[in-house]
């Protein structure tokens, strides 16, 4: 795990600068690991949620919490022009559209932070109010990912 935030922290600074010389390949790593560091959250508070593990006010705040902090990151730069699947195929499953359809990828992206903050807001208040709000919080996932991910790479 420490090695895969570095690595994420590492590949998300390097495009901070929106550099017109940013490799595009490093462009694609980060926001891959952008993702990853979301999804590994999300899986712990999934399992939390189907009492696959036991609930844990205290886990679930601190992994929501975690999914607040790295949705924070101001993630324009990950989405360079010339990094979908079709311009770099076999290394991301960003399809074409999102560049096509920015404004209503932005508005996905909106509605994903706004459930994130309401599960913020209840993740420790126990297993029903978790599953409902990580409900909400994987329908924003869902939608955006039937638009705008390839299933395979």
């Excluded at 886990?59 to 989405?79: D, F, I, R």
């Excluded at 903050?117 to 409902?132: F, T």
């Amino acid at each position: 795990m420490r090695k895969l935030l570095i690595t994420a922290l590492v590949a998300m600074t390097a495009t901070t600068a929106y550099a017109a010389d940013a490799n595009k390949e490093d462009v694609v790593d980060a926001r891959r690991a952008y993702f990853t560091l979301l999804g590994h959250d999300m899986g712990a508070l999934a399992a939390m949620a189907k009492g696959e593990v036991e609930y844990s006010a205290e886990k679930a705040k601190a992994a929501a919490g975690n999914m607040m902090t790295v949705a924070s990151y101001n993630a324009a730069g990950l989405y360079m022009p010339g990094t979908s699947n079709a311009d770099l195929p076999g290394k991301t499953r960003a399809r074409p559209v999102i560049w096509e359809d920015m404004a209503g990828y932005q508005a996905k992206g909106k509605d994903f932070y706004q459930a994130l903050v309401a599960l913020n807001e209840v993740a420790g208040e126990g297993r029903p109010a978790l599953g409902k709000a990580l409900g909400q919080l994987g329908g924003t996932c869902k939608g955006c990912h039937k638009e705008f991910r390839a299933k395979d790479f």
